[in-house]
């Protein structure tokens, strides 16, 4: 008789929705995990960069901004990423800009950061603009596979003068929507 594998737990497909501000505690922890990992010494710190992130949050959600969308996504009652849209100006003209794009580690790979991309692409689809732009850590090998298959382009490359503050450069990344 063949050995039966151990059955898995299915879990619920992750849904992506603009957030709230009932959705302040956990968005704050995923960003805080995220960029500000309770490792080391920076576990000391992490409380208050996670209030500050929160804090943060709270004042762009309350502003009520129509070119503003912070956006959450959840497996089940957990959120596990988040990513924020808004317009940015410059001496060019306003164009929609994505930041703050996290997933909790634990969830990494699993097209989470996909959904959240495409989602972030329907807001500014929906703001009636025809592309989407981001920074990344030039030297960030998985993110930059995930924009390149999702057809983001280099546009723009921050200076060498940042890696002697030891910051590698950020490539901007421009996507035409369709």
Sequence with gaps: MPAVAPSQPVLPS???YPATPGDLDPLAEVLAQVFYPPSGLQRWIHPICKLGIREDLR???AARDPHYCCLAAAVGSEVVGTAEISLRVTAHGKYPYLSNLAVL???RRRGIARLLL???EG???GWGYRCLHLHVL????PARQLYAQLRYTPIERTSQLWRWLGIPPQLLLCKWLP
């Design 123 to 125: 807001v500014a689809k």
């Design 105 to 107: 580690p634990g969830w």
């Design 118 to 120: 495409l989602s972030a």
């Design 14 to 16: 992750p849904v992506v």
């Design 59 to 61: 004042l762009r959600l």
């Design 138 to 141: 030039e030297d960030n090998l």
